[in-house]
């Protein structure tokens, strides 16, 4: 007797429409760290809808530069690969873009274009389950604790740092991040010392230099910290300079955090082989989407290496609350102009939405008024 073949794969729910455009988002007060100032958000979106009629809006970002090249890479060349493609079948639809953008790739517009169809993907699976994006994408952990970036700008003064600061103590929050980078290392320990003195040892603390440091000047100021007690020392060098994060790694007691400046999920194979990565701050628009976002989360809990990942709050909530080695949420909102809902931040903590999807609120009319391409 004949045994049958196999049977061809099903169709599932097949993505029938795809589209594209940016918005511009103003920041909401100023930003400033040791190399650059936040200027705007460029906002790119993708929306998907499949034969079934359900909808997916996912997005990316730049963070002044950059935006329209980013949507002339989707229009041009990646949303036509995912019509026809399963909703359901996430990593085929991921490979099929990133096959036809191999002379592009590693890189940062390349990256956020991955990004921006690949959330949209999720969203639309998620709510074809209907099933929230935390629990579909592994539902670790029902709530994360929070930390602010807000109050440690750069060209705040030390009185302004300390009150925001103590404001966030306040609130429960686990701790506050201080961006450092000041032109002489006295001034930078002067700075932190003066918020560590006010918030007590029971707080966390946390610098960032914005890759603004060579290896022999971040050993340096690392000594000077140390004292401080810092949970962690966040991009010291530039991102491709894997030798100098080993150097100061091995030199210092301060967990060196990285990865919003990496693209793809060999580079951080990359730092935690070498031991350069204490903490991953993987950024799921910047590393290519949620499908690679897990992939870099789960090797790191190979590693034994905790995630709090880089800005995006409101995407990376139900991400980080995925994974079981989620360690914090940044707090920045950014979101707040073409959203109708926020985070309800108790006690520290938040808890990602419950409804299917990515569980951001949009409000479409906002996001209408604000699309400039």
């Given amino acids: 007797m004949n045994q049958p073949g196999p049977s061809a794969a099903p169709d599932g729910d097949p993505i029938e429409r795809a589209r594209a455009w940016l918005v511009d988002l103003p920041v909401e007060r100023l930003r400033t760290d040791a190399v650059q100032q936040f200027v705007k958000q460029e906002t790119i979106f993708v929306e998907v809808i499949t034969r079934s009629g359900v909808q997916g809006l996912g997005y990316a970002y730049t963070i002044g530069t950059g935006g329209t090249a980013v949507l002339a890479l989707l229009r041009d060349t990646l949303l036509e690969q995912v019509i026809g493609a399963d909703v359901h079948r996430v990593e085929d639809v991921w490979r099929r873009c990133f096959t036809i953008t191999r002379a592009t790739t590693t890189g940062v517009i390349t990256a956020l274009a991955l990004a921006a169809v690949d959330t949209a993907v999720w969203d639309a699976r998620s709510r074809a389950c209907g099933v929230p994006l935390w629990r579909l994408a592994g539902g670790a952990q029902p709530d994360i604790a929070v930390y602010d970036t807000e109050g440690g700008w750069l060209h705040l003064p030390v009185p302004e740092l300390v009150e925001q600061a103590l404001a966030s103590r306040e609130r429960g929050l686990g701790g506050v991040k201080i961006k450092i980078g000041k032109p002489k290392g006295w001034e930078d320990a002067e700075r932190l010392r003066a918020v560590r003195e006010a918030v007590g040892p029971d707080f966390d603390l946390m610098v960032d230099a914005n890759q603004s440091m060579t290896a022999a000047e971040a050993i340096r100021r690392a000594r000077l910290f140390e004292p401080l007690d810092l949970f962690w020392l966040e991009e010291p060098l530039p991102a491709d300079d894997l030798d100098g994060h080993v150097r100061l790694a091995a030199s210092t007691s301060i967990p060196v955090a990285v990865g919003e400046s990496m693209y793809a999920p060999l580079q951080f194979r990359g730092y935690l082989q070498a031991g350069a990565a204490s903490i991953v701050q993987v950024d799921v628009a910047r590393v290519?989407?949620?499908?690679?976002?897990?992939?870099?989360?789960?090797?790191?809990e190979t590693f034994n290496v905790q995630v709090?990942?880089?800005?995006?709050?409101?995407?990376?909530?139900?991400?980080?609350?995925?994974?079981?080695?989620?360690?914090?949420?940044?707090?920045?909102?950014?979101?707040?102009?073409?959203?109708?809902?926020?985070?309800d931040v108790?006690?520290?903590?938040?808890?990602?939405?419950?409804?299917?999807?990515?569980?951001?609120?949009?409000?479409?009319?906002?996001?209408?008024?604000?699309?400039?391409?």
């Fill in 346 to 373: 108790t006690g520290g903590r938040v808890r990602p939405s419950e409804e299917p999807g990515l569980g951001i609120a949009w409000d479409e009319e906002k996001l209408r008024a604000l699309t400039v391409a």
């Fill in 288 to 300: 290519g989407g949620i499908t690679p976002w897990l992939k870099v989360a789960h090797l790191a």
């Fill in 308 to 343: 709090a990942p880089h800005f995006l709050m409101e995407l990376h909530l139900p991400l980080v609350c995925a994974i079981p080695n989620g360690l914090y949420l940044e707090h920045i909102p950014q979101l707040r102009a073409i959203t109708t809902e926020g985070l």
